[in-house]
């Protein structure tokens, strides 16, 4: 392994066909990305093990795709044309640009990163006597980190919560916080940078035809509560869910696929009683945390991390965060609305978006709960825990290095590549193609009989793919394969017609949701 990880797994992306930089022949466009033959079968199988969990597994959550482009009335109702914004701020010696929130947060967290180190010292001197509360009063150096953090983050949370971008601009100087690429100190003025996309509607000028490429997904949930309701004839509590492309002008897109420019959201918008959002809103906690969890992703490497700074619409919020190569970010939002978008909607479009409720025979806005995850991080954090190296024996048994993508099979591009033993053989050849016609109508398959088959076998891996079987003579003559199990490398013999059934088993979703 290099000593950068994560450019080993962007090169390997790339490599392997699973994600190009957009228009790389004209050097690219920063913070797009195209998704290549692997890359797509991924995407559409994490899209797959979301919408299964979601619309298939509940009676009360259905579907809906909304278009992306939206009546611009939307998105002053839903206060993204007022308060869809972000603090920028440039180095006046680098003239780089940054998100100023960004940069306060990674600087409070280097901060509480010195009372964590100590206090994890502190755990190994004491051992079984330690008492982390009181070690946390006691010791002054703690104690100081940990107060200057909390008044520090109170300043910076009341800043961001007024807009107040002058206090943004103290709180930077108050933390010292230098350009990580020049270690200036000098800023300029913290501003507002509306992160909408907005193009021009053809045959209406000005700024009456001014539309806007949606930055989430949810606000065609919202416009369309009604229509789904009445016609899917749901009561509350019951939820709406939809897969579609967002747009936002980040203003610095970076870490590869974690913050894109255009990017691809799972949405899932959870009507219910007002009074009763809070109950829901542990639900969908933990139930999503459970979705993370069913993938084998180690418990270690996800944690929730509660929102301070709440959005103007919520009354509570909490990301799911994952521990990236480059430390623990956001990787999903759940997030408590209240019934902020509905009555903003029902104010500017004068069109009643209630629902009457005949248990209490009233007629009232429901309250929303939303989780909402992006395909793009989520497939980054999959590839994160796929990505290994490790030494293996090869095909004469002498040790090697090989790279894998340990996938949950469900989730792999290829489920079973089908490789006979020699190219120049026809009835070995033509047996191996029987096998791959057949199998293709239930699974993604791949025939190759290219170059030794242990080279296939490594060219497998690096993709992924859970099975390989192999056509030997020995089939010839008895009907059997050899299948070999990507992560433990076991081979087993068994009759051709055994492994579609094998290959099922190890691909279900059921078993994810089991
Ligand atoms: P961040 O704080 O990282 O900018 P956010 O809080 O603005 O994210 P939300 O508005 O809650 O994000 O969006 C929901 C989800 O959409 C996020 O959890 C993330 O997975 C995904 N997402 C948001 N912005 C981007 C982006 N620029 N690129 C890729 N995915 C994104």
Redesign the pocket.
């Known amino acids: 392994m290099s000593a950068d990880p994560f450019k080993d797994l962007v090169s390997h992306c790339k490599e392997y066909g699973f994600i190009f930089q957009s228009s790389e022949i004209y050097d690219g466009l920063s913070?797009v990305y195209d998704y290549g033959s692997y890359g797509i079968e991924l995407k559409n199988n994490i899209k797959s093990y979301w919408w299964k969990a979601m619309v298939q597994n509940h009676e009360n959550i259905v579907g809906l795709d909304s278009a992306i482009m939206m009546h611009p009335e939307i998105w002053k109702a839903s206060g993204h044309v007022d308060a869809f914004n972000?603090p920028l701020v440039d180095s006046k010696v680098s003239n780089k640009r940054y998100r100023a929130d960004v940069l306060i947060e990674e600087a409070l967290e280097k901060i509480m990163g010195k009372a964590e180190k100590e206090i994890e010292k502190a755990r190994k001197r004491f051992g079984d006597d330690f008492v982390e509360e009181q070690y946390r009063r006691d010791n002054t150096r703690v104690a100081e980190y940990i107060q200057k953090h909390d008044e520090i983050n109170q300043r910076f949370v009341d800043a961001m919560s007024k807009n107040d971008m002058v206090g943004l601009k103290a709180v930077i100087e108050e933390l010292e916080i230098a350009d990580p690429v020049s270690g200036s100190k000098e800023w300029t003025d913290v501003r507002q940078f509306n992160l909408m996309f907005h193009t021009q509607l053809g045959n209406i000028a000005g700024e009456e035809g001014k539309l806007y490429l949606r930055?989430?997904t949810a606000q065609g949930i919202f416009v369309n509560f009604l229509n789904v309701q009445k016609t899917t004839r749901q009561k509350l509590p019951f939820g709406i869910a939809q897969i579609g492309k967002?747009f936002?002008n980040?203003i610095i897109?970076r870490q590869f696929?974690?913050?894109?420019?255009e990017?691809?959201?799972m949405?899932m918008q959870f009507f219910v009683q007002p009074g009763s959002e809070m109950k829901w809103y542990a639900y969908w906690k933990e139930a999503r945390m459970n979705w993370h969890k069913a993938l084998g992703t180690p418990e270690s490497k996800l944690r929730f991390h509660d929102h301070e700074n709440l959005a103007h619409y919520a009354n509570a919020a909490v990301?799911v965060q994952f521990e990236f190569p480059f430390g623990f970010?956001?990787?999903?939002?759940i997030?408590s609305r209240t019934d902020f978008d509905l009555k903003s909607h029902q104010e500017l479009s004068g069109k009643k978006l209630q629902y009457f409720d005949p248990e209490t025979n009233e007629n009232y806005v429901p309250y929303v709960v939303e989780t909402?995850?992006?395909v793009?991080?989520?497939f980054l954090a999959v590839l994160t825990n796929a990505y290994t190296e490790e030494e293996v024996p090869d095909a004469e048994g002498k040790e090697s290095t090989r790279i894998v993508l340990k996938f949950p099979p469900a989730l792999a591009p290829v489920k079973c590549a089908i490789l006979p033993l020699l190219k120049n053989n026809d009835a070995l050849t033509g047996t191996a193609r029987e096998i791959f016609d057949d199998l293709k109508f239930n699974f993604l398959c791949q025939y190759d009989e290219k170059d030794a088959i242990g080279r296939r076998y490594r060219r497998q891996d690096a993709i992924g793919t859970p099975y390989c079987v192999t056509v030997d003579h020995q089939t010839l003559e008895d009907q059997t394969v050899t299948i070999r199990e990507r992560d433990s490398l076991k081979q087993d013999r068994i009759p051709i017609s055994k492994i579609r059934e094998v290959v099922e088993a190890g691909i279900s979703f059921r078993s994810l949701f089991q």
Do not use: T, V
Not at 257 to 261: D, L
């Open positions: 913070g972000d930055p989430e967002a936002r980040e897109a696929i974690f913050r894109m420019r990017f691809e959201q949405e990301d970010k956001e990787l999903e939002g997030h909402s995850i992006g793009d991080r989520m």
